[in-house]
């Protein structure tokens, strides 16, 4: 990923060296998650769990396939899903098994370089796992890079921007703000 879209990273020190933990970051291609991915040893991947929705990496066996096999997807069911496959309880019992989470908290990629609000998914997990750190992230250029609609990546200098755990207080809105804010922070710093 260096090589092929001139990935740099500032803030790598806020990576959490253990598992579990959340990182957050906004969300606009294809390329934010292999972009994720790629800043872990080899040895890590099989714990680290992006979330992603259920009806599109999972529409057909060959798209599940290489998002369970290479990616080590969460697949999450967006519409009316279960009690057993509601999102929270799902990610729940994947931070208790000691795996990681990558969150896109917009719910979907967006098509500007302004994060759009988080949904409440996040602080809710927040609230219950208050234990496990949220590393906010911010990708630059990733959807220049891959834009959406797109399936061969145009090399491109993109970059990732980390920031420390924020302490999360406060109701659930609170915690939202506070997340959002610390992303848009990272955005700033451009």
Known sequence: MA???GLRVRG???????DPFILIANHSSHLDTVSLLSLFPLERLSR??????ADYFERNRVISFISHTFFNV???ERANPRLEDHPIRRMG???????????????TRGRSEEPAS???GVAHLAERHREVP??????VNMGR???????????FFCEVRFGPAPPLTGTREQILATLHEAVLALQREG
Do not use: D, N, T
């Open 3 to 5: 090589l092929f879209i």
């Open 12 to 18: 790598r020190e806020h990576l959490p060296e253990c």
């Open 48 to 53: 680290i769990r992006p979330c992603a929705a």
């Open 74 to 76: 969460l697949a999450i």
């Open 93 to 107: 019992e994947a931070l208790e098994r000691g795996e990681s989470l990558i969150l896109f908290p917009e719910g």
């Open 118 to 120: 988080f949904r409440q």
């Open 134 to 139: 949220i590393v906010p992230a911010y990708l």
């Open 145 to 155: 890079a891959l834009p959406k609609g797109e399936f061969v990546p145009v090399p």
